[in-house]
């Protein structure tokens, strides 16, 4: 059974940088595509992007311009980075995994709380 | 990007009421369409996929209709444990898009 676990930060000063980690195990990280999802407090959710093996990342046009996904197989992680944060992106980050680029994401973190704030 | 609208916003229901939430698309997504549950504190919990096909382990008192544009999750006889926020989330094209939630409350 595929497990994800998130890391990083819990607080970021505005303008920086936010980095998060999620670490796959039960599965090769290699088989699926891997997301980030984010609900800032009280709302909805918010895809960020995915990343898959041999398959250009894809962002949210809304984040593209701040977002990057990456992929280190040898630690079977995959990270997030998104500059220039504000108090609007204080959210929790989930990161989560899909058998497909369409198909369900069946395998969510438990999600990890990142404010914005100096 | 494809917008999914979900009515009501909220309900307040008793336990083993029939309860029917609505989820819309702004465009035609066939049946890539899934709905998730989520607690409280917790990670999104995937319930149905292909608009009607329940997850392995989830109660049959859940059932999923619809196909095009317009979808229904249905809770047949509420449970305690069915107090909880539900969403619906397209996937048949990118960015994904998740509709803005469904809470269903103990009345």
């Known amino acids: 059974q595929v497990q994800l676990q998130e890391s990083g930060p819990g607080l970021v000063k505005p303008s920086e940088a936010l980095s998060l980690t999620c670490t796959v195990s039960g599965g090769s990280i290699n088989t699926y595509y891997w997301h980030w999802i984010r609900q800032a407090p009280g709302k909805g959710l918010e895809w960020i992007g995915y990343i898959s093996d041999s398959v250009s990342p894809n962002y949210n046009p809304s984040l593209k311009s701040r977002v990057t996904i990456s992929v280190d197989r040898s630690r079977n992680q995959f990270s997030l980075n998104m500059k220039t944060v504000t108090a609007a992106d204080t959210a929790i980050y989930f990161c989560?995994?899909?058998?497909?680029?369409?198909?369900?994401?069946?395998?969510w973190g438990q999600g990890t709380l990142v404010v914005v704030s100096s | 990007d494809i917008q999914m609208t979900q009515s009501p916003s909220s309900l307040s229901a008793s336990v083993g009421d029939r309860v029917t939430i609505t989820c819309r698309a702004s465009?035609?997504?066939?049946?890539?369409l899934a709905w998730f549950q989520q607690k409280p504190g917790k990670a999104p919990k995937s319930l149905i996929y292909a608009a009607s096909i329940l997850k392995d382990g989830v109660p049959s008192r859940f059932s999923g209709s619809g196909s095009g544009t317009d979808f229904t999750l249905t809770i047949s006889s509420l449970q305690p444990e069915d107090f909880a926020t539900y969403y619906c989330?397209?996937?048949?094209?990118?960015?994904?898009?998740f509709g803005g939630g469904t809470k269903v409350e103990i009345k």
């Open positions: 989330q397209q996937y048949k094209s990118y960015p994904l898009t």
């Open positions: 465009q035609a997504i066939s049946n890539y």
């Open positions: 989560a995994g899909s058998r497909g680029r369409f198909q369900l994401i069946d395998y």
